[in-house]
């Protein structure tokens, strides 16, 4: 195909690259009015422009070469790229527990492709095993992929196929379950997998990397092997997030799937437990619980599925000002479940109220959570508050907005009986709703206080 | 030369005659014709910070220094070796995780953010620092990129927090012009700088952030220098050329040379972060003798040793107490949690004493690995052929018989926390094997000394990818010619205005170095101030001070011009500013009359000295000074001086004083002759 040898020009720089019959791959000579550059031709970037030809040069640094520049190209050899990566056999021993990882795709592991920059990911055990040697010492590993998606593309499908899968690896006597994911969603899914998984016997873990599995200072190994060692050796079976604790390569958390939440854009210790404590704490080889009580493993290997979930289901983020046509239009459109993330205690302003009582005649289920995260929606200290109560708004208690949307997806899922679907979504799952918010629930604290910098001095981030 | 069998060496006097046996010269004896000998090669990497006031990829201020322990946070990062497309490490990487280095970093919020410690992606590049790299690859003369490609380039020894530095290309393939040589450059990169090392003790590392992100520029050069003192001359023209644009930070730490040299039939090695250019020469004179030392090695091993692929060495863990090792040299061993063991080394008879550098021998290379590969401090270990034996030989006696060695082997006894000692037996077994090869490609460290240790493998080139997180910079035609419009002139231009000036060679360091050509051209050209002496006024005078005096921190070079334009305008002569530039360098914010009034200058009108003339000339006829070799002049230049100094120039004062003298000698000569 034509295309492979000019891979991923366009434009003049395609035209250039025909007319001097240069091709990627091909180490060349370049005479340019700028003086002469010598390198191979690197494949280019779609997003970049159709303006420069990219030269990988003797030393290993790429440049760019503009093509209204070049006068001629003359190849003196050729080499195109092509790599394999090397398995080595993930080894076995009885004395292991056998854990299950499923990839979702986000990068795990990774190797490099330096001619292309290409980040090569490592999935298989065998490659696994040959990047990250150490959880061998850890447990038995398969895996398995089940989609090959980002993120921010994970839905009630993946979330549908994954418990599914989940649940029957389990009936097959796997002692824990990893799940690799990409971090933007990584709370999404742990939350619905909460829910589609009833009466867990073993771990389930999910877990992801803030820093690509390509730099050597990602937090992807570590991370892998606290998951690993959480999934195959520690007591708690309950789909939890396995994550940085500090930024530091330090310890890992284990979070509860309905209380965690990403609160960095790209710290690696940006998924935190809100409004509790997190379950325990991850090293390489030991758990320690923080928290109790939680659901002990079992010999068993008995589990239930409930892959539900209705997608007319929306989560909306009041701001003041809000017109009521937002609603009218969720409610033309279908929309049969809103959950409202309220200023405050849970508060929406005065002109939402006729939208809102329209919703609610044409049956639609609306429930209430805070936007301020920590805290429980009260909706009887103001009388906006009551107002909404008598509008037949309902709320949620301290159920984090994220799961309280996923929640509604997977009752609504079940049922369309109103009165069922509320008697699901105010049944505390998991600590999804908590009676109490212990006082070390919240701890934001504020640098510049003379205490607090000492603290972080002390015992670093 | 060649021992028996059975024969005990005797170190000291091998050192010696492997010492001349290489053929080694103190430095201030070598010739070229040594060099060529040997076949010196030495090319260089310049590294200069820019002066901008933000880092390269973030917001933090770029040139603020916190003070060792001055920190607010610690970070531990541990830098883990990614596959290369061959599914191997690259031999640093596997080095570098051999030793299991817990990274700490200090962090100080106002030099560091979270951009620094790899917790938040890069902000765009600093165009600035841009503009600056851009405009030194023009006076490097290079070929400039059309397109700027940020390219991660992987260091695990943890000094830059993402395990990869940032850099991009500028432009390849440029020239500089030495006094006898022209020079080429490989290529100019824009990259960001690396933390400064506090400590590394054991496996833990620590370093401060401060530094981390400051715009660099690395300017490397062909290896096309053939003598230690081209190198020198090469690093000093380099960095002359990089202030030569006065956008460039000076100071400690600020310029920095990475010099590569080779011998013929050697390998590269890198000699990391020369911050002195004058500790350039001895240097490379002592690291092309080392890899000839290594090659010599080699070849004495190639005659010992029939089976170099097969080598291995052998050993045996001791207790400490039980071999009485009570000597404070090896008290370490002794300490709780200490392993010790005696190795082996078939056929090493004569290579632990082997010269590699002064003072220095090839176990040195051993001992040096030890602490950088296995984490174990020095001294870490001893062995049979010390300069000074430090254990009895009986011990060694003893050892030899258990190990079953024979007079032609080595033996060392190496000691360290338990859990290295099988990393540090796997170290020295891989620095003898590589021994049969002559020498390994690694980077070291430079003492001032002129000796160098260890440092690490060097990388291999597979260790560049793009940066996902930049995209692409597209240098225009414009934008460049822009900047070649403003360019200052190159440095070797520089010499030859000065030369053509009369300027004494000897003052240019100082003038390149201080970046002080443009005011010296501006003192010179609209002062109209007489060249040698302004040249010399820097170069002689103010580097005479500044070696002397504290510096008022008010003090800029600029201070200087506006001295010599106040004595222009008030009509005193600028011979007085040699004698103003120590008042004006530490007390610059006092205004240039109190100066004045404080070297005692009192304006006197040119008209009103030379008045004095007739009168002191009459004093001196009458106390019997005669003219006959001078001596009158002399002395009447001596009354004069206090009032003339800075009134009328010294010189012009002697012309009248002598022509007078003259004149008053014909006149009385003419009276005498018609008596």
Redesign the interface.
Known sequence: MSDDIFQGYKGQALKVLQDLHARVWGLVRMD?T????EGTILPRSES??D??I?LK?A????????VN?IRSITELGYQK?H????EKEFPYSDDKPNVKLFGTGGTIA??????T?A??PAFSPGELY??VPELADICNLTTDKLFAVFSENMGPEQYKTLAVAIAKEIRKGIDGVIIGHGTDTLHHTAAALTYMLDDLPVPVVLVGS?????????DA??NLMHAAYAAGHSDIAEVMVSMFGP????YGFLHRGTRVRKM?S???SAFRTIGDIPLAKVVQDGVEMLKHPYNPRRRDRKVTALPYFEEKVTLVYYYPNMMPDVIDCLVDNGYKGIVIAGTGLGHVNKPLYPAIKRAVEKGVAIYMTVQTLWGYVHMYVYETGRDMLDLGVIPLQNMLPEVAYIKLGWALGQTNDLGKVNEIMLTPVNDDITEREPYNGYLIYQ?GVPEV?EF??KF?? | MFLMKNEKIDPRQNYQTSREAVGYVPRAKATQEDYDRVGFKSGIEVHQQLKTRKKLFCNCPAGRYNRKGE?????????????????EYDGTALMEFKTRKQIVYQIR?ETAC?YD?????PFPLNRKALEIALELSLLCR????????I??????DGSI????QR???LG??GVIQLKNKTVRI??L?LEEDSCREVSDVGHVRVYQTDRLGIPLIET?TYPDFSHPDEVQEGAQYIRFLNRSTGKVLVGIGAGREDVNVSCRGGDRVEIKGVSHNRWIPELTHNEVFRQWSLLRIRDLLKKTVQDPRGWRISSKSLDAEEYGLIQPEVAKARESGYGCSALRLPGFRGMLSHFTQPGQMFADELSGRLKVIACIDKPNMIHSEELDPVLPPEFWDRIRNELQADEEDALVLLWGPEEDISTALETVEERCQLAFEGVPRESRKSFSDGTTVFERVLPG??????D?DS??I?LDYDAIEEIRSRLPLDVHEMYARMTEWGIPEDTYPYILRNNLFPLLTRIIEELEVDPVFAGTLFGHTLKHVEGRHPRSPDFRYEVIYDLMEHLKKEGIEPALAREMIEERYQHPQIDIESSLAAIKFKKVAEAEILEKIPVLCTIAEESGISEDSGARTRWMMGQLRPSARGNISLPELHRHVKEYNSQARAHSNREGAGQ
């Open positions: 340019t700028r003086g002469l550059f970049d422009d303006q420069h990219v040069i030393t290993g640094y790429n440049i760019g070469i503009k520049t790229a790599y394999q990566i090397p990774s190797r490099l492709d330096y001619r920059g980040v090569i040959g990047a803030q820093r690509s599995s390509d730099r050597p200072s990602s190994a570590l930024t530091s390569d330090d960095h790209s710290y690696r640098g910098e972080i001095k670093r981030k | 920190y607010d946070a610690e970070i531990i990062r541990h830098m883990r070796p990614t596959l290369s497309e061959l599914g919020n979270t410690i790899d917790d938040t992606p290079l070929n400039i990129v059309g397109e700027v490609h390219i991660r380039k992987q260091y695990l927090p993402t395990g990869f850099t991009a290309i390849v393939e490989i290529q990169s490397v080139p597979n260790r560049m990818y793009p996902t995209v692409p597209s």
